[in-house]
């Protein structure tokens, strides 16, 4: 079993940069792939960035590529997500997720946190 919590969201103007954190508890963190997603109103969940259990691997949409940066930190056991050149369309809920292989599916990850609301304004 895990456990996670996202936090970091918030309102930022277009251009702007935010930082999102996800927590993890329970099973060994260091043992898991990790992966952000988001999801905008009346859209479906799509994949933002990935990064394996080693953070030897990562993986971005091409939407986010050269603005958002996944890391982590398995000492404090924690991802990351840096996002940078924030624009309107990156308003959405991020979710953080666990699973065993970093993949852009939603099916493959088993663990998620509840969101944080990220806002960019125009």
């Known amino acids: 079993q895990v456990q996670l919590v996202e936090s970091g969201g918030g309102l930022v103007q277009a251009g702007g940069s935010l930082r999102l954190s996800c927590a993890a508890s329970g099973r060994t963190f260091s043992s898991y792939a990790m992966g952000w997603f988001r999801q905008a109103p009346g859209k479906e969940r799509e994949f933002v960035a990935a990064?394996?259990?080693?953070?030897?691997?990562?993986y971005y949409a091409d939407s986010v590529k050269g603005r958002f940066t996944i890391s982590r930190d398995n000492a404090k056991n924690t991802v990351y997500l840096q996002m940078n050149s924030l624009k309107p369309e990156d308003t959405a809920v991020y979710y953080c997720?666990?699973?065993?292989?970093?993949?852009?599916?939603?099916?493959?990850?088993?663990?998620w946190g509840q969101g944080t609301q990220v806002t960019v304004s125009s």
């Open positions: 997720a666990a699973g065993f292989t970093a993949t852009m599916s939603i099916y493959e990850y088993d663990y």
């Open positions: 990064i394996s259990w080693s953070g030897g691997n990562t």
